[in-house]
């Protein structure tokens, strides 16, 4: 149980165009998922909390308008990096609440060119 | 002072050997506690919750928590190759009237065959 998962797993895209990744909670419903980004060999930065049926909480410094996300059902949010740029590469995790646990998606690797 | 602290390491053991990794926190109402597994490259698994006082054992695992000291570790017996990974701690923590889920910058364990 309590499976996330995380789509795409990679994506390289051009300098200038907007990503799409897709995390689901598969065997739960999750009214509260987080997404985080990461970089090498660093530590975990929690980018905002997404909560189903209302506006997703942004941690300082993170921009909305570039970083939009919609959590518009019990097991799917979804994050879009708008008119993304190279400094925008990372690993960008979502993971979904079930109790006070957090379980993590696979993960998804943005490189942009 | 961090909110969630560990040390980076890397903490080195032989193969076979206890390892064991601490946690401090600096929230004294935080009620929940985890140990998360980062293989590089890949996002947390999540491996141990414990929410009371003492020891929590499941299989090679043992979580350790104190709530009057503020610490929390890990020990992780017949430690193996395959245990080569990043230990990330986590602790709910109440952060202006809200429970937060906070992270620490890991400590990256190597087991040495």
């Known amino acids: 149980g309590a499976v996330v998962s995380q789509h795409p797993s990679r994506v390289i895209c051009k300098s200038g165009t907007s990503v799409k990744i897709e995390c689901r909670s598969l065997?739960?419903?999750?009214?509260?998922m987080f997404w985080y980004r990461q970089f090498p060999k660093k530590s975990l930065m929690l980018m905002a909390t997404?909560?189903?049926?209302?506006?997703?909480?942004?941690e300082q410094g993170v921009e909305k308008d570039k970083f939009l996300i919609n959590h518009a059902s019990l097991t799917l949010s979804t994050l879009t990096v708008t008119s993304a740029h190279p400094e925008d590469s990372s690993f960008y995790i979502c993971?979904?609440?079930?109790?006070?646990?957090?379980?993590f998606g696979p993960g998804t690797r943005l490189t942009v060119l | 002072q961090k909110e969630v602290e560990q040390n980076s390491g890397p903490l080195s053991v032989p193969e076979g050997a206890i390892a064991s990794l601490n946690c401090t926190y600096s929230d004294r109402v935080s009620q929940s506690f985890f140990w998360y597994r980062q293989y590089s490259g890949k996002s947390p698994e999540l491996i141990m919750s414990?929410?009371?006082?003492g020891d929590k054992e499941d299989g090679r695992f043992t979580a350790q928590l104190n709530k009057a000291s503020q610490y929390v570790s890990l020990l992780i017996r017949d430690s193996q190759p395959s245990d080569s990974a990043t230990y990330l701690c986590?602790?709910?923590?109440?952060?202006?009237?809200?429970?937060?889920?906070?992270f620490g910058t890991g400590t990256r364990l190597k087991v040495l065959a």
């Open positions: 065997d739960f419903q999750a009214t509260t």
């Open positions: 986590a602790v709910n923590i109440r952060i202006s009237g809200t429970y937060k889920y906070i």
């Open positions: 414990i929410y009371s006082n």
């Open positions: 997404s909560n189903e049926g209302s506006k997703a909480t942004y």
């Open positions: 993971s979904a609440r079930l109790g006070v646990e957090q379980f």
